[in-house]
């Protein structure tokens, strides 16, 4: 007979009745490959009525957390609820009971990260969240232990299945972007707020966390460069097609020797990059270390079974005293290791987009690309749609070569002011 295992459950949503449908229907070949028996023993939530999709067990839902916090039988309390209140509360309150935590919040360890890693580590206990980052995608446990022997040099993902699917559809489909959104949210992709998967927070609270574990660097989210989705409008998606990229939402982590350049925004991939063919919900992510070289990880980045199956996997880790290597490597957190300086966002340096609007006339051209000179940006390509009518606005595409970010917004700005241009321009980062 195997050892047995009790897990109480917080937060009965979407991947909780994922993560129940897995403890509850598998036991048997869980306990055969792992040589423990783990049981579903409490599931806690506000509403123990509704349908969930799968069966279970008289008498282990509840809405009172003390059945779990209470029961010293139960040794690995699952938070799902996400968010940052209650959640933060819950997560203290099962370690002060004495039990192992395992997580999907990326919001809470973001911002309370130091905090909780702290008090588990005070208690001898772990915290284990595989499925904060990536969704099913094994990559915190991989940074973590199999790349150990690596110096990281850089990540490059997709980070954000909802922004993913939106964007990747608006490509394929010609969907509009509320549509898009509209059917990510249907499939349970995204937040309770989407407003945090557009305007690229989740994304980057989930770089930060891969930084933390990756460079050994405490990183606040808040202070790397963010840039949503929502400025991205379909006809950049069809003018970058034209000129050979997919626009992605990418998160990229790079050391340097002036520090760390950490940032997220839509950015134009090269259609022949691998990031350019992660369609729907997946997400992505290349890590760089310096023995290894690039390993690239792909995966569904969000949705019930993915998160559902990292969660379990973690679970499964804590029961077997394996996630105690992943908490270690996060001592960083706790402030034992010296910060890595974050690099200004208007010093880092990349290859732009530039969608302007302007009155289709003679010295238009010459003048634009005379302030682009001046701020020493050397343009690499540009592309203006041929129409008939010759007094009307028009669209005018220019492809930078590499810039900073700061020479390039001094640049847009006095552009913005011409009489001639129209609009907000639009400006996106080129990878490559
Ligand atoms: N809302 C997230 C996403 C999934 O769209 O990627 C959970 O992290």
């Known amino acids: 007979m195997?050892?047995?295992?009790?897990?109480?459950?917080?937060?009965?949503?979407?991947?909780?009745?994922?993560?129940?449908?897995?403890?509850?229907?598998?036991t048997d070949r869980l306990a055969a490959s792992i040589?423990?028996?783990?049981?579903?023993?409490?599931?806690?939530?506000?509403?123990?009525?509704?349908?969930?999709?799968?069966?279970?067990?008289?008498?282990v839902l509840t809405n009172d957390l003390n059945d779990i916090l209470n029961d010293p039988e139960i040794t690995i309390g699952i938070e799902l609820i996400g968010g940052l209140e209650p959640a933060r509360t819950f997560v203290l309150a099962l370690l002060d009971a004495g039990k192992d935590v395992v997580t999907a919040n990326k919001a809470l360890l973001a911002n309370h990260g130091p905090?909780?890693?702290?008090?588990?580590?005070?208690?001898?206990?772990?915290?284990?969240?595989?499925?904060?980052?990536?969704?099913?995608i094994p990559v915190i446990s991989s940074i973590a232990t199999s790349l150990q022997a690596n110096e990281i040099e850089s990540i490059l993902a997709i980070l954000n299945g909802t922004s993913n699917f939106i964007l990747s559809r608006m490509e394929q489909t010609g969907a509009n972007y509320h549509d898009a959104l509209r059917e990510a949210q249907q499939k349970g992709y995204a937040e309770a707020n989407p407003a945090m998967d557009v305007d690229g927070t989740d994304a980057v609270q989930k770089l930060s966390i891969l930084s933390q574990l990756a460079f050994a660097a405490h990183v606040n989210w808040k202070s790397v460069s963010r840039v949503g989705i929502d400025c991205v409008d379909a006809i950049d998606i069809r003018f970058a097609r034209e000129l050979a990229y997919s626009i992605r939402l990418i998160a990229s982590a790079k050391r340097t020797q002036d520090g760390l350049e950490l940032k997220v925004s839509p950015t134009l991939v090269p259609c022949s990059s691998p990031l350019a063919k992660v369609d729907d919900a997946f997400n992505a992510i290349q890590v760089?270390?310096?023995?290894?070289?690039?390993?690239?990880?792909?995966?569904?980045?969000?949705?019930?079974?993915?998160t559902a199956s990292a969660v379990v996997s973690d679970v499964i880790d804590t029961a077997l005293g394996r996630t105690a290597i992943t908490s270690a490597s996060l001592r960083m957190w706790s402030g034992d290791r010296p910060a890595l300086a974050v690099r200004d966002a208007g010093e880092m340096v990349s290859k732009a987009?530039?969608?302007?609007?302007?009155?289709?006339?003679?010295?238009?051209?010459?003048?634009?690309?005379?302030?682009?000179?001046e701020f020493d940006i050397s343009i690499s390509s540009m592309l203006q749609p041929e129409k008939e009518a010759v007094d009307e606005p028009t669209y005018m595409i220019i492809m930078t070569h590499a810039t900073s970010q700061r020479r390039l917004q001094e640049a847009v700005a006095r552009i913005r002011g011409l009489d001639f241009v129209y609009g907000e321009p639009v400006c996106l980062a080129v990878q490559g």
């Open 288 to 306: 760089v270390g310096d023995f290894v070289g690039p390993v690239f990880y792909q995966g569904w980045g969000a949705g019930q079974k993915p």
């Open 2 to 26: 195997s050892e047995l295992v009790k897990v109480g459950l917080i937060g009965f949503g979407t991947i909780g009745a994922g993560v129940a449908k897995i403890l509850l229907n598998k």
């Open 115 to 136: 905090e909780l890693f702290e008090h588990a580590r005070k208690l001898g206990r772990t915290i284990a969240f595989e499925a904060a980052v990536g969704g099913g």
């Open 35 to 59: 040589g423990r028996r783990i049981e579903l023993a409490r599931i806690c939530d506000k509403d123990i009525s509704s349908d969930r999709g799968v069966d279970i067990p008289a008498g």
């Open 353 to 373: 987009y530039l969608r302007l609007i302007v009155d289709d006339k003679k010295g238009v051209m010459s003048v634009i690309s005379g302030i682009l000179g």
